[in-house]
């Protein structure tokens, strides 16, 4: 469908045609079909002219959401050099091919125009866009196009190019994906040709049909339903052997069991001239079956896709500046703890580093959540994967490779991934307890239907066995616990350790820390007292000017004031304070003796060097949302404490600023330990939050942990969980969704039993035929998936958040 596109009441377009954004006073105008259409840069005119000149008009109409903004083009010549290509690009018939991100598609029909686009230049053999996962795929011939010019057409059209995973990894995942829909292809054309055979059988009521012409449709059956069978339903297979090997029968044991079931009873009654055959309902049960789990694995990519985030953020190239201050592009391998490199404003940082130079702005959505960029000054860290904004910075790499943060993050996204925490376990041997309980009972069916009526009872013991596989019984936990890991991370909460989730959703008590969890590690001023005429946003402008060039912590308090002062002739006297010219006057700015004739006392002083005019009192400053995290907390029911090393007055303020009924200072490891114990030991549950070193003991203490994303390693390894957004807000957030995942948890468990009690009397009891059983089942499972995936929406918090 066509996107509106907002308009004033005289009737003039107030959004961009192409990216929906809000147009300048000055509007670049451009006519399509036949009508003046408005954008908001040369870039989306140049991009929407394109696409009417290559007859491609109809993506604007098919499109269900704007698109991105065509930003400025970047440099792609890098992608062309030969070690680039040869670690990312695979050799196959007719050239090389790549996989590709881009964070730009956001419908099926930026997919459409992608294909389109690509296939239209020369040189391209094979294209394909998929607007689920992100990824285009490009086959292409080296010496007819360059792959430069290709990806230069995809971010000339708003699909800024990124790298996926290594080309092996990224091929292997591709070629397995295609024997999945091998398999489903194969299944569904069985089970179709089978369900068309068996319908001629099933409506044959008064046996008019000449026993050859039965036998004839049954050996073509068995042909038809041979592949589905073994080729097909390999995976289930496979999975049986391996769960009798580990003497542990599951879901896949039952699957295989029924199917292999059904189908050898079909085919010795097709030898042998029986009464019936059940080759539907094998073909069917596979069919539906490797549906579902399709659609596990499509729900798995998604509820992921953090991972792919991350792979987005690892640009091919780096530059270095060299000794003589030349700079040369080097693959990212090549870069080294100490080099200089050079980033480009719009570019991606390609290592950890420190910022060089002047201030600079960077954005850090992938690795934060931060929606907005963040100012960073000379001596800042900065981050692999953020990008660089406004101007270019000059950064001093600290660490490359896996010891990136960034590389950190997509292991910890990972292993969370990996996890079967304790439900899941129990889901597990519950299944395992229900299929060897179910085969008893099947053999007991069967028996007591051979009394009553042989000739229906093979039949219902089949029913039996498809209707009750305990498929959405497996799914449960698994489906839920996948689409919350994902939605954790996107807002920048990493569950790195398993049952951290279920506890979370439990937690009646959190334990904050107070330096660098509800308090930036950095200064902010405080009070500000005068002693003469100056007044005290005087006394503090030129403070900040004195400080503006220094790299001492105390700078960082006086970085957010604006000042009309300027500083010359500053130098620093260590171990006492600072000094420069101001308006022809040299200032002090330190100890109370190296501003004036006083005692000292820990305050910042301003003075002449003779007489003091102000005094400064520095302060951690709270961290953004603070107050607004702890009360969230409280209107969750939550009661919240806080337990510090630091001294009583600061922890004092601390408590009244944010109205805390239990604060305690002074608090050793062994303290705030002994305070979760006690918390624990009156029935409570228990979420700590920490990020020091001291803070590592009680956060493997308590129920469930929480460690904050920039905090210490050690820290981070003790915690149940990672905090990476810069908010505290995402706390609540989190628990809000560990709650909920719980409710869906129960839910699919509720369902998935309900199910089955209900289903397996309707089976004992002969009302269920095989086909239907199979369709229950599998319309059970896909009930259990899409109940989970209720999680990824509205997990995404504001740009505030």
């Avoid at 102000?614 to 607004?628: G, I, N, Q, V």
């Amino acid at each position: 469908m066509d996107v509106a596109v907002d308009a004033d009441p005289a009737g003039h377009a107030l959004a961009c045609y192409h990216c929906g954004e809000t147009l300048p006073q000055v509007p670049v105008s451009l006519d399509i079909e036949g009508e003046a259409r408005g954008f908001c840069c040369h870039g989306c005119a140049a991009a929407a002219e394109w696409i009417r000149q290559s007859k491609l008009d109809d993506y604007y109409r098919l499109r269900s959401t704007t698109a991105g903004r065509v930003e400025a083009m970047p440099d792609l010549a890098s992608w062309d050099r030969e070690d680039v290509l040869s670690e990312h690009a695979v050799p196959v018939a007719g050239g090389l091919e790549i996989t590709l991100l881009t964070d730009g598609m956001r419908c099926a029909a930026c997919a459409w125009l992608i294909d389109r686009a690509l296939q239209r230049e020369p040189g391209v053999f094979d294209s394909s866009a998929n607007a689920v996962t992100g990824r285009i795929r490009i086959g292409w011939e080296p010496t007819t196009v360059r792959l430069s010019h290709l990806l230069g057409r995809l971010a000339m059209l708003g699909y800024r190019p990124y790298l996926a995973a290594g080309a092996v990894r990224e091929r292997a995942r591709v070629a397995e994906q295609r024997r999945w829909l091998m398999r489903l292809g194969v299944a569904g054309l069985g089970a179709m040709q089978t369900m068309m055979f068996s319908e001629a059988l099933y409506l044959d009521f008064g046996h008019h049909m000449a026993l050859a012409t039965r036998d004839f449709f049954r050996w073509v059956a068995l042909l038809v339903a041979t592949p589905v069978v073994f080729y097909a339903g390999w995976p289930f297979l496979e999975g049986c052997w391996r769960e009798l090997r580990q003497r542990r029968p599951g879901m896949d044991s039952l699957i295989a069991g029924s199917t292999l079931l059904a189908y050898f009873a079909s085919a010795v009654e097709t030898v042998r001239g029986g009464a019936q055959v059940w080759y539907d309902t094998a073909t069917m049960f596979v069919f539906l079956l490797l549906a579902a789990r399709l659609l596990e694995q499509r729900a798995r990519r998604v509820a992921s896709a953090q991972v792919d985030a991350l792979a987005r953020a690892r640009p091919v190239l780096a530059v270095r500046e060299n000794v003589d201050g030349s700079r040369e592009s080097i693959p990212m391998s090549s870069l080294c703890v100490g080099d200089i490199a050079c980033v480009a404003a719009g570019d991606v940082v390609p290592a950890d580093g420190h910022l060089l130079d002047g201030e600079a702005s960077f954005e850090e959505a992938l690795l934060t959540g931060e929606s907005r960029p963040v100012t960073r000054l000379p001596g800042a860290q900065i981050y692999a994967g953020t990008i660089c904004r406004d101007r270019a910075a000059r950064i001093v790499v600290t660490d490359v490779g896996v010891a990136t943060r960034l590389s950190q993050l997509t292991r910890l996204v990972e292993q969370a991934q990996a996890h079967r925490p304790p439900m899941a376990r129990v889901a597990d041997r519950i299944g395992s307890v229900f299929v060897s309980t179910l085969l008893v009972l099947a053999v007991l069916v069967y028996v007591a239907w051979r009394m009553h009526d042989p000739s229906r009872a093979f039949e219902v013991t089949l029913s039996l066995l498809v209707v009750s596989c305990p498929c959405a019984l497996s799914l449960a936990v698994p489906a839920a616990l996948t689409a919350s890991h994902g939605a954790l991370a996107r807002l920048g909460v990493l569950s790195v350790r398993t049952g951290g989730l279920e506890n979370l959703a439990r937690a009646t008590d959190v334990v904050f820390d107070k330096t660098g969890t509800l308090t930036h590690v950095r200064l902010a001023v405080g009070d500000i007292r005068t002693f003469t005429t100056m007044d005290a946003a005087t006394a503090l402008q030129m403070a900040a000017a004195l400080e503006r060039d220094s790299r001492h912590p105390i700078a960082e308090a006086f970085s957010p004031v604006s000042t009309r002062f300027f500083a010359s002739d500053v130098r620093e006297t260590v171990g006492h304070g600072i000094a420069g010219c101001i308006d022809g006057r040299v200032w002090h700015l330190g100890r109370a003796s190296f501003a004036g004739c006083r005692e000292d006392d820990g305050r910042l002083w301003l003075g002449d060097g003779r007489r003091v005019v102000a005094c400064f009192s520095l302060e951690e400053s709270l961290r953004p949302h603070a107050e607004d995290a702890v009360a969230e907390l409280r209107v969750l029911g939550l009661r919240v404490h806080l337990a510090s090393g630091d001294a009583h007055e600061p922890v004092e303020r601390l408590m009244r600023k944010l109205a805390l009924r239990d604060a305690r200072s002074r608090q050793t490891s062994e303290d705030k330990l002994a305070l979760v114990r006690t918390l624990q030991d009156n029935g409570s549950v228990v979420a700590m939050v920490g990020d020091g070193l001291n803070d590592a003991p009680v956060l493997a203490g308590a129920d469930v942990s929480i460690a904050m994303g920039e905090g210490a390693a050690l820290a981070q390894r003790a915690a149940d969980m990672v905090l990476t957004a810069p908010s505290l807000l995402r706390i609540p957030q989190a628990i809000r969704l560990a709650r909920r995942t719980m409710r869906v948890i129960r839910q699919n468990f509720a369902w998935a039993v309900g199910y089955n009690l209900l289903a397996l009397p309707l089976a004992i009891t002969g009302h269920v035929t095989p086909a239907f059983a199979a369709l229950g089942m599998a319309l059970s499972s896909l009930a259990v998936t899409i109940n989970a995936l209720r999680l990824l929406r509205g997990s995404s918090m504001g740009p505030n958040a």
